[in-house]
């Protein structure tokens, strides 16, 4: 079996996350693996260890677009078990958007998939900066493949994939044929750690590095040129400040009430 | 005049508010047409009409509920030709935004989400980084596709009802072909309470609760309200992952957020910091939500909720 995980490097949601003065996009300094990503990873990991993990042949490949610090996220992705990396790193790619985004990714899939086909792209269920979701569903569209989305459970089995999907008012039981794009919920499982021995694996597995030219992508195509939205302004919010705070002396519930009542809220 | 479309999936029997909502949007950016998916009904067509919408398009297919995403997308992709839309308004529901994300490509046309207003020439706003920026942002395409939060805007009448034609767009065979098929369904039970992203008072608890929504399930059901939860109780178990508010969970704008037992790290404080008013409940006077709390109350949530609760049933009456 041979699996795509898309990792991202994000600033860490722990910290007090920027925007960057000039151009509005994202600060990646204190960046690191996308939490919900972990979890694309595992899937991946269980899936090919069910068939005799990398030994029997499947490969489990991390692949991140993004500058220099992406990385890490590809580090810590063979550390947890990924069987080797690919990085898209390219200086026209910086202030992509969602679309632009999903181009040169769907360009590298068709690339990693050249000498053997590609059966599955995994991937978190939104990325924990942008938070839109929008990625894994125009990589499905650009590649023309079923998308399965927001799973909280996978299966595999023959040439399909099986999957439950939770909505607000129903659980669904998804199928699709492979190849297909698959995103993951945080219900999915429980991400493992790296451990000593993985650490020293991960240092003899390989991180190949691509850039535009070599998956056929114009430049123009991606990057701000390419993406078809723009932000134009970004403001920080004022911070909230606290109101009033109360302890307690038997009469709280009424008190809220009170305040309720002043809000307009009742 | 610019054409606006609203896609609206399975209207059901009437018209929901966040609905509406788009509606209201739609009609102050130009002359609105509706894209429905599902059955639709004579009253709903009306309510359409009194909603301003000069069309209402249906797919010539009837099940495309069987499928994920693909296929409804290739079908909204027929409406905007149909209706020379450039402007394409959904609800920024995880579908929503999925059936988005596939009709951008498919049209050549910038997705907006999380959308909480829009200006006449298309700028939208929109906040990121969990509520710690705003933002505008536009599409630098024709078509622009912006899918919208709930409560952005209260929902009004038309000026003028019209009475909308209706017609049917084609939906190819192909748009099928390789979708994800759904092979199977269970309902959820119903709660009875207001959805939660879509609520304008949410009440949530947290590791605080120990176990006990009891007290919080109250309150909110004095208040009208939905019952959201943070991450530590829902992975404890105590509530189904459903209530999750946060960046793994829902995001969620209401009016009164009230958060009874949480603590309010970054993870939590990003569920509620675009809420309009904030009230919290905690033991620990230490507590970070209390940095954000328009009215914080150092207290035990099992005597306070529940006081509470009495008190407003007592003045409801």
Redesign the interface.
């Known amino acids: 079996m041979k699996i795509i995980v898309l990792v991202k490097h994000v600033p860490d949601a722990q910290l007090d996350r920027h925007l960057s003065d000039e151009d509005n996009t994202t600060d990646r300094a204190d960046s690191i693996l996308s939490e919900l990503d972990e979890y694309a990873l595992e899937a991946a990991l269980q899936l090919t260890e069910a068939r005799g993990g990398a030994k029997a042949g499947n490969q489990v490949i991390a692949l991140s677009m993004g500058p220099a610090g992406a990385v890490n996220a590809i580090k810590k992705s063979l550390q947890i078990g990924a069987t080797e990396g690919v990085h898209l790193r390219d200086d026209a790619l910086a202030g992509s958007d969602a679309a632009a985004t999903s181009l040169a990714l769907a360009a590298a899939v068709r690339h990693l998939g050249a000498d053997s086909p590609v059966d599955l792209v995994l991937t978190g269920m939104a990325s924990t900066d942008g938070e839109t979701s929008l990625v894994p569903a125009q990589l499905a569209e650009r590649l023309d493949l079923p998308q399965v989305t927001f799973a909280s459970e996978l299966e595999v089995d023959g040439g399909r994939v099986i999957a439950r999907r939770d909505s607000d008012t129903h659980y669904d039981t998804v199928e699709a044929t492979l190849p297909a794009v698959v995103s993951v919920t945080d219900q999915i499982n429980e991400p493992r750690f790296p451990n000593f021995k993985g650490i020293i694996a991960a240092k003899r597995k390989t991180i190949t590095t691509l850039t535009l030219a070599e998956i056929g992508v114009d430049p123009a195509q991606v990057g701000k040129a390419g993406s078809w939205t723009e932000v134009k302004t970004a403001a920080a919010r004022p911070p909230r400040t606290a109101g009033t705070i109360i302890t307690d002396e038997g009469d709280a519930g009424i008190k809220l009430v009170d305040f309720l009542a002043a809000q307009k809220l009742l | 005049m610019a054409k606006v479309l609203v896609f609206i999936d399975n209207p059901g029997q009437a018209l929901k508010k966040s609905s509406l909502e788009l509606l209201t949007i739609a009609r102050s950016l130009g002359e609105t047409a509706v894209a429905v998916n599902g059955a639709l009904n004579d009253d709903v067509v009306a309510a359409l009409g009194a909603q301003g919408a000069t069309a209402v398009f249906r797919p010539s297919s009837e099940d495309l509920d069987a499928y994920?995403?693909?296929p409804k997308?290739a079908y909204l992709a027929g409406a905007v030709a149909a209706s020379g839309a450039t402007t394409v308004l959904l609800e920024n529901?995880?579908?929503g935004?999925?059936i988005?994300?596939?009709l951008?490509?498919?049209l050549?046309?910038?997705?907006?989400?999380?959308v909480v207003g829009v200006e006449a020439d298309g700028?939208a706003h929109k906040?990121?980084?969990?509520?710690?920026?705003?933002?505008?942002?536009?599409?630098?395409?024709a078509v622009s596709v912006l899918t919208v939060k709930p409560n952005s805007v209260t929902p009004e009448p038309a000026a003028a009802a019209a009475s909308p034609e209706v017609l049917t767009v084609d939906v190819p065979g192909s748009a099928t072909a390789?979708?994800?098929?759904?092979?199977?369904?269970?309902?959820?039970p119903?709660s009875g309470r207001p959805?939660?992203?879509e609520a304008r008072?949410v009440v949530a608890g947290g590791r605080g609760v120990d176990g006990d929504f009891g007290p919080v399930e109250e309150l909110a059901d004095a208040?009208g309200a939905a019952v959201g939860a943070s991450r530590a109780a829902t992975d404890a178990g105590w509530i189904g992952?459903?209530a999750q508010v946060g960046?793994?969970g829902k995001t969620v704008s209401p009016?009164?957020y009230i958060s009874a037992g949480i603590s309010g790290?970054?993870?939590q404080k990003?569920g509620m910091?675009t809420a309009k008013?904030?009230?919290a409940?905690n033991k620990d006077?230490e507590s970070p939500v209390?940095?954000?709390?328009?009215?914080?109350?150092?207290?035990?949530l099992f005597?306070?909720?529940?006081?509470?609760?009495?008190?407003?049933k007592k003045?409801?009456g």
């Open positions: 994920l995403i693909g997308a529901s995880f579908d935004k999925e988005a994300a596939r951008g490509i498919k050549g046309a910038g997705v907006i989400t999380d700028t906040s990121v980084l969990a509520g710690s920026y705003t933002t505008t942002a536009k599409a630098t395409t390789g979708a994800a098929r759904i092979t199977g369904r269970k309902d959820k119903a959805d939660l992203t008072i208040l992952h459903d960046q793994t009016q009164l790290a970054i993870q990003a910091q008013v904030i009230v409940v006077a209390f940095e954000i709390a328009d009215f914080g109350i150092i207290g035990d005597q306070v909720l529940p006081q509470a609760t009495e008190e407003i003045r409801k």
